[in-house]
């Protein structure tokens, strides 16, 4: 038995047979040719590249209607075929240097490769494989093998074990045939692991050299609720998570089941549940996990994943697909946050000492003016097709959001010039998240409409902690007293001007932290859209009277540990603790 450890994808638990994808490379076959034969090489290569055409074409038109939100992922293969990189490259080396096309072909990707290797992002470094895989493609057609996934053969369902899954190998995917699936490669927010996590098949991935600690046909169990692997388990492991997967099915039944009442304590207290979102395939798990809209739409994502930067139109359609889906509930559209930790390939950035305090977020969009025009049109176009909030990041005071408003409007004045169609009165929201703000949040929210507390830069701005550096991440502590008290403060400053007041960093997801969140008079939490059900659950079972009695005596402890100390054993005492709590809880 072996127990292996990486990164949780798509939760649930499998327990079956390991199918081994053949991982075998195709070879490339390296020729020198005459010149003669180039004109009949190109024609080839143009011939495999229409023939990868028809056949993604057709694996479009073939998807289930439960995953038919996903033929962009194939859309962007197809775009990718002609890339000039991939293709007009591969032509070129045909003709200047008398190869053969697999060669040629091998050898544009191998640019591609080293050009893309030094990007330090991790979302863009993972489009190689999203290339690789249609290189693949190509080759295969040239070399007359056919594609790699397939599991017609099989009989009984499987746990497919692969180093990489490309999202269309996943797109072939059916939930008849596949109990799970375990990769080398991959991370959460790659394409493979919301796909997974939208087709509810539990998946671990990161998880290097799987591919040769297992063979095909043996037992193996994948929880991808903790990023477990246990590759031929005993007859005691086998049983603790035929239990454990039983409570989760019951679990997961009850809770998407209730994911669509609202999210109401019982003495009446009715706070908003949201989804925070980054990418336009994600919007049925959203609406699936009972959102009421989306308190957070990170729009980074858009410009990571080519490597030029997107146009107003490309813009306008993906902001205009989210909110028309989601109408009539809102949904918060975040003006670019690059600089710091998120990069975007073609936003060329002087390289910074201290990038978390320099030219990112807002600070960058007012530098760039014509990369914020872009984004202000598309998302203020896309606000004539249904309920769009507009949220501006890192902002540090007034002097700012004058600057940021004076220039929405000038763009307004430009659109209805053009004659588009646009909200005027579009809601303005401002993220808080740099410690100044707190302090003059009531200045703020005479010139906004709402607030979301980010806490995820609050916390790394006020206790002076890097995010990224695990060196520091140990005192990264959202229950420190002084950051309890900045939460009260945006909320109390808020409510007192008359707006309403959220949060969308990673503590609105948190069960243990809900109560305090409700007992603090929050209007609305924002969160990973698997994390919906179960707030609403703890909301629920809450009483809010109770909760804000909770939040004064936080408040008047000293520190983060006994904060912590009081929330879990209120937590334990009240409520009905369900797996993830439990989970969490023994985590806390
Ligand atoms: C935050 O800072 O809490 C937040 C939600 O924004 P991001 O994580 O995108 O910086
Ligand atoms: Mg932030």
Request: include cysteine.
């Amino acid at each position: 038995m072996d127990t292996l450890k990486a990164i949780a994808a798509s939760p649930g638990i499998a327990i079956g047979k390991v199918f081994l994808l053949d991982a075998k490379k195709i070879k490339t076959v390296k020729k020198k040719i005459g010149s003669e034969d180039v004109t009949k090489e190109v024609t080839r290569f143009k011939e495999a590249v229409r023939s990868v055409e028809d056949q993604l074409r057709k694996l479009i038109s073939e998807l289930p209607d439960e995953i038919k939100e996903h033929s962009n992922i194939i859309k962007s293969y197809i775009l990718m075929l002609r890339d000039k990189m991939v293709y007009d490259k591969t032509i070129e080396l045909i003709k200047s240097r008398r190869i053969n096309a697999e060669w040629a072909l091998e050898l544009a990707k191998e640019e591609i490769r080293a050009l893309f290797s030094t990007v330090a992002d991790s979302y863009i470094r993972e489009r190689i494989e999203d290339i690789g895989f249609v290189v693949n493609k190509i080759k295969s057609i040239l070399a007359g093998t056919e594609a790699r996934l397939d599991l017609s053969s099989i009989e009984e369902p499987v746990i497919v074990v692969a180093r990489s899954l490309s999202p269309a190998d996943t797109l072939h995917i059916r939930k008849e045939k596949v109990l799970g699936f375990v990769t080398e490669l991959g991370s959460r927010t790659s394409h493979t692991a919301i796909l997974a996590r939208s087709l509810g098949i539990p998946a671990v991935v990161g998880l290097e050299g799987v591919t040769s600690k297992c063979l095909s046909g043996e037992t193996m169990i994948v929880d991808g609720l903790k990023g477990i692997v246990v590759v031929e388990p005993d007859d005691d492991t086998i049983s603790t998570y035929r239990l454990r997967q039983e409570q989760y099915l019951s679990y997961r039944l009850e809770v998407i089941h209730n994911s669509r009442l609202p999210a109401e304590t019982v003495d009446g207290y009715r706070i908003k549940v949201m989804a925070n979102m980054e990418l336009v395939e994600e919007i049925p798990i959203v609406v699936q996990h009972g959102a009421e809209g989306v308190g957070l739409f990170r729009t980074e994502f858009l410009y990571m994943t080519s490597n030029s930067l997107p146009t107003e139109e490309q813009l306008f359609l993906a902001y205009k697909e989210v909110v028309e889906k989601l109408n009539p509930y809102p949904v918060t559209i975040r003006t670019l946050d690059i600089g710091g930790d998120k990069l975007a390939s073609d936003v060329c950035l002087e390289e910074e000492i201290n990038p978390a305090l320099g030219l990112r977020a807002i600070r960058l969009c007012l530098h760039e003016k014509g990369l914020f025009r872009a984004q202000l049109r598309a998302i203020l176009r896309a606000s004539a097709y249904g309920n769009l909030r507009l949220l501006f990041p890192m902002v540090s005071g007034k002097s700012e959001i004058i600057e940021v408003k004076g220039f929405l409007s000038s763009v307004m004045d430009e659109l209805e010039n053009e004659g588009h169609p646009f909200n005027r009165n579009i809601k303005i929201g401002l993220m808080i998240e740099v410690p100044t703000a707190v302090l003059t949040a009531d200045i703020l929210a005479r010139e906004a409409d709402f607030f979301s507390i980010g806490t995820n830069d609050l916390i790394q701005y006020s206790l002076a902690i890097d995010r990224v550096n695990d060196a520091v991440s140990h005192l990264y502590e959202p229950l420190h007293p002084g950051v309890l008290r900045m939460i009260k403060m945006t909320v109390d400053s808020a409510h007192r001007e008359g707006i309403e007041v959220g949060m969308c960093g990673e503590m609105a997801g948190e069960p243990l932290y809900v109560p305090l969140l409700l007992g603090m008079g929050l209007d609305e939490l924002s969160m990973n859209a698997l994390a919906i059900p179960k707030t609403k659950k703890i909301v629920r079972q809450s009483n809010q009277e109770e909760c804000s009695r909770l939040v004064s005596e936080l408040l008047g402890l000293e520190s983060a540990y006994q904060v912590k100390e009081k929330a879990v054993q209120f937590f334990k005492d009240r409520y009905a603790i369900d797996m993830e709590t439990t989970d969490f809880l023994e985590l806390a």
